[in-house]
Each structure stands twice: as C-alpha cells, then as structure tokens.
C-alpha cells in the first residue's frame, strides 16, 4: 500500500488502514505489534512500561471509535513497517483526522437573532409555520431566505407570547470552511445552555434528547437548527416532539420521519419587487417597473441578492434602475460560471472603499463564525473608531450582519471575498492578520481568566497578560462568547503553525473549562496540545497536556486513562526540569489513590508534591496540595486539624485570585463544620459556597456544597428544607451523569428519610448509593452504604440484619484505614450485649 495514496476521513478509515496494512505484512499478532511499539518507545528514551496493553491495540483496528491515540497510531505504523517517508506520511494522515473529527465537536448556541429589516411576502409560509407546534424543515438552495422566515416564525410565537426565548445552533452543515457541527456535541450544548450542566455523560443519546424536549418546553423555547447537512447529524440532535416548534433549516431535501417539510422557493415576481421597494424606495420602483422587474428577474427573486443590490442602488443616486440592470448584465458576462448572489455581491464590493475591501477580504480569510468588533480592529491592525466606520460601510451594504455586539458573514459573502483575497493579497498579509487575531484572542483569554479568579492548573510561563485589566463581571461573559473561537483557532490548521498558541491555550483555559463543566471541550483542546508536542518531540509540553488531560479525565470518572497519562507525565520531566508540572502531576495521582482507597499511597504522592512546592517556591500548586492532604486528615478523623488546613489552603487560593480553589476550599470546610458537630457554621459556610459557585459559575462546587448543606439543614432539624436541597442536587447531578456527587447526594438523602422515619425510602435510596460506590469501587462509600443499611435495621430493631451490615461496614472501613472503623467496632459490642 502507498501511504501518498491515503484518503482518510474518519477513524473507521484508519482502522480500515490498520487492518488492510496489517494483511500485508503477515498478520503479526497484536502481542506482537505490542513489543515492536514498546521497542520503539524504549528507543525514544521513554519507560518500558510506557507500552500500551494487547487490549488498546486490538482497539486500534475496531470500527465504531470515537477518539484514538495519534501517538499509539504513529508507532503502530512504524511496528506495521512503513519506512521514515511513508511514515511521516501515515503521521500527518492521522494527524489530519483528529482535527477533522474533534473540530467538528467545536460548537456554540445562540440567543441574539439577525433579522432583515426588510422581510416582504412569504405569508402563506407564515401561516402553516406559525400555526402547528411542530418539527419543519424548511429546505432550499441558498439564499432563498430560510433562515430569516425560521427567525420571523420563531419571533412571531413570542410576540404571542407563546414562548419565551429563541435558541439558534448553527449546524454548519455547508460552511465554506469548517468541518459540520457534531450531532452530538450540539445536543450536548444546547442541554448546558439550557441546564446550566453539562449532559454530556447522560446515559444513552435518547435520554439526553427526551430531557433537550423537556428543557424546551419548561423553558417555552423555540429552537431553531440552521443549515444542517445530513439525516445522520439531525437524528443526533433533534428532539421528540414539543409544545413549542423546531425550525430546521438545510440546503437539501431530507428524508426524515415524523416532521412536515417546506421546500421554500424563490419569491414570487409581486414579492420580489414589493422587497426591492422596500430597499430602494417605492418611487424609484414606480418610475422605471420595467427595469426593476429585469433587476429581480436576473437576480433569480433571490432575497439576499435583492437585499445586497438594493443597498447598492440606494446608495448610488446618480445611477437609474437601467443602469444597475446594465452593470448587472456586464458582472454575469465576466464570471464563468455566473450566479444570482454572486452577481450582487461582486458589484456591492467594487462600491467600497479600500479600507472596507480590505477588512471583508481578510475577515474572510480568518477562522470563527463571527467576531468582536474589537476582534475586527486587531485583524485590521486599525483604531477602533476607523473599524467601526469601516463595519458601518459593510453593514449598510449587506456584506455583513451584526447582531449585538457580533459580527458575521454570509457563507456566500465569506467564499466571494475570501476567493477575491486569494487574488489580490499576498499570503502574508492574511497570516499577518492571522498573528494579530491569535494574539488578540490570546491575551482576551489570559486577561479573562485571571480576571475572573479561574487560574490556570498549570504555570502561567506559556502565556503574559498585558497590564489592561478586564472587568471581574464582563470576563466570564467575554470567555462564554469567545469560546468557539478559541477552540477554532487551537486547531494547528488554523493557528499559523504555531504550536505555542494552541500550549498556551491549553494552559490558559484549563481551569475555566473544568469549573465550567466543560470537559469535552477541555478534553479536545488538550489533546490537540499533547498531539503538537509529540509531534515536536518537546517532552515539557508533552508532560503538561498528559497532566492537564488527566486532571479532566478524573473528573469524568475515567481513573484508569487519567492515571496513565499522571504517569507519562512524571516518566517525561522531573522535579529539575519541570518541578510545577511534576508536582501536579503528583497531586493529581494522590487524588486516583484517594479514590481507590489507598490512603498512604495517596499521603505519599501529597506529600512529594507538597515538597517539590516547597523546594521551588511556587505558592501557586500549594493551595490544591494543602486542601487534599486537609481531605485524607478528615479520612483519618483528625476534624479539627482538616479544618486548620483547609482555612489555610483557602487563605492561600484568595492571596493567589484562585476563586476556584478557593471555593473547593470553602465547601470542605462547611463539611468538617457538619463532622464537628458545628452545624450553624457548617450551614452558613456551605450557603455562602452556593452563592459564589453561582456566580462563578462554578458547577463543580454547587454540588457537593449542596450536599453539605442539606446535611447540615438535616442536622439542624429542618428537614423539609434538607429535602428541596438535596432533592435538586441529586436531579442536577443526574441530568449532568456526575456519580460521584449523585452517591453523595443519596447518601444524604437516606439519612434524611431515616431522621423522617421513612424507613422505605431510606432502604431504597441507600441501596442505589451502594451500587454507585461498587459500579465507582469506591470502597469507603461502600463502607458507608452498610453503616447507613445497619442503623436503617437498628432502627427497625433488626438487630440480625444490623450486626450482619455493620460487620461489613467494619471490614470495609477497616481496609481504607478510616476511624469509622472504630464506630463500626463499638456499634458490634452494643448488639453483642
């Protein structure tokens, strides 16, 4: 097989590839291609154990994979044969599909509508669209309007006051530049725009959609998929049925069951001229009928090229209809393959002027959906004030739409001017622009998260915010909206080859991603890192996106992949070379350990990071070390010198701007507060860690400061608050398929049901917990389901069923090394008696 031959699209081609190599060279067996790659990576200088498994190899030539090891497939290719040439090739192949595939999971949702202050006909659409609360798609080539007939019927049931809000997911199913949306992703978006969480982890691609349709209806949205592609990416995303519409919109007609389809065609001749009226004057279309019927008539009755030319000719008063029917005529002989909307804009932008030219020329050259005004100013190296008179020439000629404060093109407008850039600007004018936008979007980034307390997790060397400060209350806003582009503009294919800006990015945006319940995202972004810097061979950046990729993924409950990349972390820098990234890599192992139950492995991982900390001077990974050794302390009984440590870790984390940390901080303290008996305190610290997360935004810390809270409020003898509390926490933690906190959130709530004397749903609560902890092998929790099954049994004076439970309990306890172990004991010796 010829690797310049390859063609691959996805990773079932890879696998394809994988498969058909593997033929070839004699079908060596996968143990096989285990120690040829082991080979390989002992060559490189890595460990021996740095090999994968038989299992992780065989996965490799499965179809059905959502996410592969660019580096695993690098070497399989090498184990499989291909000599440096073809294997830089396989390399690059590879390469190529992991951003083709994750660039697709880039996506965002929208609230702020663009309408056309000229909307004209269309009344019969209108009609059955405004009527029936249903699934349309409306279909047609471009430019034919569909998408501002879906934003007038959408605008149309809130004026009615049948629904509330409006929500726009851009499928990009034709976008000139970027890869269609995932079907998936967006569906996942839209339930964290709509949820405040992430739903990504649901179980099943069916529940996810039922709870889009409940979120739709409670919230009374219309939701509007604009320009999607293919049946596939509609089955992903759109939801069963609702009692308000989803307005669909694609170029092409789709066979899709259960939904009423509008195949929109150009406007009738009366319409036609009725928008051109609406643009240019009624007058002016009474003096000369005859050219404005010739004027719509070649532009096809098309409501774009109508809106674009009308602009024009209001804009041009020396000219009459018959000369723009002639200009037009003369635009259609010069292009080859002539098109109505390419007529129009072609002739719209000879009327600019330089400046203008210029910003639409390059703005289209550039990545992202749309931009910032002063996003604009930094791509056109030009003072604010100079870009905004130059967006007004290109907003009154309907070359760009802006809503708020969002500035956009057409896919039409965007190809027309991006083709013109290729002939008219040399390429390092748009990889000048580019370098000016990345560092924009760069610095906005580092400003944000610094101004918003969400610190990096790892050493701020890859990135220097300029001395402008950011509002504290505009910085989340500022990353919520700029997101896609950031994430766009990490891809290496639109970064300029320059791998420092998709390392710095990762950095950068750890920690917001994180708190903000963004792993997908976090999880892509650090992959395209880790890919560059293998790619480079630089073992620093390699170690940073394994330890910033293992920290996401120990958040989203897959331990054993974090723990590996923790470890191909600490095989890569030591402590000399890279002592901030050795030491996160450390308290981030001693939190896996914590989980398994291996209390002084997880002590001993603490207490290196904490002594590399030391030795280096670097407060900045202090606070985190500090609150998770204050963690195993509570484990261990010692409440009271927990609760000095997390003061003290949280007193750090507000010294560094680390709200995050800060706030974790917070919500342990509240606990150990409940552990000492000081309820009241406990309450108040909790609500006050509730309060902040809001306003953060940081959906880590409202659950487990909720459960807090509804412990303490059960403590306290208000029950029927406890159980709203924690009621909604076990919901939310569902919706977002958060286990970990959904364990902790049944716990609370048998012990509830037990201070209510509701013995059933205890049992019932309780026995769904322990399944969690055994499905999680969260031994102490399990230690803490038969403690709670033996008092439920004491209570019912069972006292069979209870010593039989809290033997269990004992044993469990007993394992891990907790003091509870010691309660379990005298709670024995009291049935004994």
């Known amino acids: 097989m010829v690797t310049s031959d390859l063609r ?30 082991r080979e390989l990576r002992v060559a490189r200088g890595l460990a021996p154990h740095d090999a994968p498994g038989r299992g992780t190899v065989y996965d490799c030539f499965k179809q059905g994979r959502r996410r592969m090891d ?29 951003n083709r595939v994750e660039s697709a999971k880039v996506v965002s949702v929208a609230e702020q509508v663009h309408h056309t202050p000229h909307f004209v006909g269309r009344e019969a659409e209108l009609r059955a669209l405004g009527a029936r609360a249903q699934t349309w798609v409306i279909s047609e080539l471009p430019g034919v309007g569909k998408t501002q007939l879906a934003i007038q019927v959408a605008q149309s049931w809130v004026h009615r006051g049948e629904a509330e809000r409006i929500l726009v997911a851009d499928l990009r199913g034709y976008h000139p530049t970027r890869a269609p949306a995932h079907g998936a992703a967006m569906l996942d978006e839209l339930l964290r725009v709509l949820t405040g969480s992430s739903a990504a982890r649901l179980e099943t691609q ?89 004027i719509v008539t070649r532009l096809g009755n098309l409501p774009l090229a109508i809106d674009v030319t009308g602009r ?34 072609a002739l719209s932008y000879r009327r600019l002027d330089v400046s203008a030219r210029r910003l639409l020329r390059v703005l289209a050259s550039q990545p992202g959906t749309s931009h910032s005004p002063a996003a604009l100013a930094a791509i056109l190296d030009a003072a604010p004030d100079i870009t905004a008179q130059t967006l007004s020439e290109l907003e009154d000629a309907s070359l760009v739409q802006i809503s708020g404060e969002r500035v956009e093109l057409h896919d039409l407008v965007r190809v027309h001017a991006a083709a013109i850039s290729l002939d008219e600007d040399p390429p390092r004018l748009r990889l000048q622009a580019r370098g000016r936008l990345l560092d924009h979007y760069l610095d906005g980034a580092a400003r944000a998260v610094v101004a918003s307390g969400l610190a990096p997790l790892v ?77 480079a061979a630089d073992p620093r950046a390699q170690a940073r996106a394994h330890v910033l990729l293992g920290q996401v993924l120990l958040r989203v409950g897959e331990q054993q992949d974090a723990t590996q990349h923790l470890q191909r972390a600490l095989d890569l820098v030591d402590t000399a070379t890279d002592p901030d ?10 939190v896996t350990a914590w989980q398994s139950g ?19 001077d670097t407060t900045r990974r202090a606070a985190p070390i500090l609150g998770n050794l204050a963690v195993l302390a509570e484990a261990g009984g010692d409440y009271q010198g927990a609760l000095s440590a997390q003061q003290q870790a949280r007193e750090l984390s507000r010294a560094d701007h680390d709200r995050a940390a800060a706030l974790i901080a917070l919500s342990n303290i509240s606990s150990l507060h409940i552990s000492l008996q000081e309820y009241d305190e406990g309450e108040r610290a909790a609500r006050t860690a509730l309060c902040e997360a809001e306003a953060l935004g940081a959906r880590g810390v409202l659950a487990p400061a909720g459960i807090n809270l509804g412990v303490a409020l059960t403590k306290l003898g208000r029950l029927d608050e406890a159980e709203q509390v924690l009621t909604t926490v076990l919901e939310k933690s569902r919706d977002n398929a958060d286990r970990h906190h959904e364990l902790g959130a049944l716990i609370a709530l048998s012990e509830l049901a037990l201070a209510q004397d509701r013995t059933d749903a205890a049992r019932t609560s309780c026995h769904q917990a322990g399944a969690i902890a055994r499905e999680l092998q969260l031994p102490f929790w399990e230690a803490r389901h038969h403690q709670l099954l033996a ?5 019912l004076n069972d006292r069979s069923t209870a010593h039989e439970q809290w033997t269990t309990a004992h044993q469990l306890y007993a394992r891990v090394e907790s003091p509870l172990a010691h309660q379990a004991a005298l709670a024995l010796n009291r049935l004994a008696r």
């Not at 699209?9 to 790659?37: H, I, N, Q």
């Not at 759109?238 to 939904?259: E, F, G, K, S, Y």
């Not at 008092?791 to 209570?795: D, F, K, N, P, S």
Request: with cysteine.
């Open 8 to 37: 691959l699209e996805d990773w079932d081609d890879v696998s394809s590839w994988l498969r058909e190599r593997r033929a070839e060279v004699g079908m060596p067996t996968y143990r096989d291609l285990v120690r040829r790659v």
């Open 598 to 616: 291996d209390y002084a492995e997880s002590e001993a991982h603490f207490n290196r990071a904490l002594a590399t900390v030391n030795a280096h």
């Open 459 to 535: 050493s701020r060397e890859d990135f220097d915010p300029s001395p402008t400060s950011m509002p504290a209350d505009g910085a989340l806003a500022w990353l919520e909206a700029e997101r896609e582009n950031l994430l766009t503009l990490a891809d290496p294919r639109e970064s300029s080859a320059r791998p420092h800006f998709t390392h710095a990015l990762s950095a950068c945006l750890a920690k917001y991603l994180e708190v903000q319940g963004l792993y997908r995202d976090a999880v892509r972004l650090h992959h395209l890192s880790l890919s560059l810097a293998q790619r």
């Open 312 to 345: 024009r000719i209001a804009d041009t008063p020396g000219w009459n209809l018959a000369d723009h029917v002639e200009a037009l005529d003369q635009q259609v002989e010069l292009l080859r393959n002539p098109e109505a909307v390419t007529s129009a804009i």
């Open 581 to 590: 990234t050795h030491a996160s890599a450390e308290n981030s192992l001693g």
């Open 206 to 294: 069916e529940r996810r959609r039922a709870l889009l349709a409940r979120e739709l209806d409670r919230q009374r949205c219309v939701l509007l998929l604009d320009d999607a592609s293919v049946r596939e990416q509609l089955a992903q995303v759109l939801p069963p049925p609702a009692r308000l519409p989803v307005l669909v919109t694609t170029r092409q007609r789709c066979d899709i069951p259960n939904v009423e389809h509008l195949h929109l065609d150009p406007l009738p001749t009366d319409d036609a001229l009725g928008l051109l009226a609406a643009v240019v004057g009624e007058s002016l279309v009474a003096q000369e009928p005859h050219h404005a019927h010739a």
């Open 791 to 795: 008092e439920i049994a004491e209570h």
């Open 70 to 98: 660019v580096e695993l497939l690098a070497d399989l290719g090498r184990a499989l044969g291909l000599d440096e040439t073809q294997a830089r090739e396989w390399d690059a192949a590879c390469f190529a599909v992991q």
